[in-house]
């Protein structure tokens, strides 16, 4: 009996996790198509922008994202968004990864036939890998940019970099 009542409770509380969303809540997705990602990487908000580009089959995005999440909380006068380049109609899909995460942050998926391309228009320091994590200004010009599984401490130095570019202080 003492079993089935734990099981009941692991099952209603969700997995355990230590990022984002508390248990229980979908994480929303916004679906872009390439107009509204060239208006979102515009940065028409003002202030810097974190963007992350990942997918749901990529295991070093899988580590990142709650790192990026994380980070996101500790630095409030930063805008993020988690943009996922999964080919077009995987959203319900992207949801769930990113509901599985807990992610607290903005996630948007490039529902577009050629995501990787969409972005290299875009972009011109994207060469087609995942992850990418990309500090843009208020000019909507990236400042810094990290191609790889970027950490806590890279955030951080992306951050310095494209603030001292944009010249402002945090």
């Not at 580009?53 to 409030?76: H, M, N, Q, V, Y």
């Not at 000019?139 to 970027?150: E, I, K, L, P, Q």
Request: aromatic share 4%; net charge negative.
């Amino acid at each position: 009996m003492r079993l089935a009542l734990s099981l009941l409770a692991v099952l209603a509380t969700g997995p355990s996790c230590t990022s984002g969303a508390p248990a229980g809540d979908v994480t929303p997705v916004t679906v872009l198509d390439e107009r509204a990602f060239a208006a979102l990487l515009a940065n028409p908000d003002g202030g810097l922008l974190v963007v992350n580009l990942f997918a749901t089959w990529c295991s070093a995005c899988r580590g990142e994202l709650p790192a990026i999440d994380r980070f996101s909380k500790s630095e409030t006068d930063l805008r993020f968004a988690a943009v996922s380049l999964d080919e077009a109609g995987k959203t319900a899909d992207v949801q769930v990864y990113a509901t599985t995460l807990r992610l607290g942050l903005p996630v948007y998926h490039l529902s577009v036939d050629d995501p990787v391309g969409a972005v290299g228009r875009h972009l011109d320091v994207f060469n087609g890998g995942i992850p990418v994590t990309v500090v843009l200004g208020k000019d909507g010009r990236v400042h810094a940019s990290h191609m790889g599984r970027v950490l806590e401490n890279d955030l951080e130095r992306l951050v310095s970099q494209a603030r001292t570019a944009a010249g402002t202080s945090g």
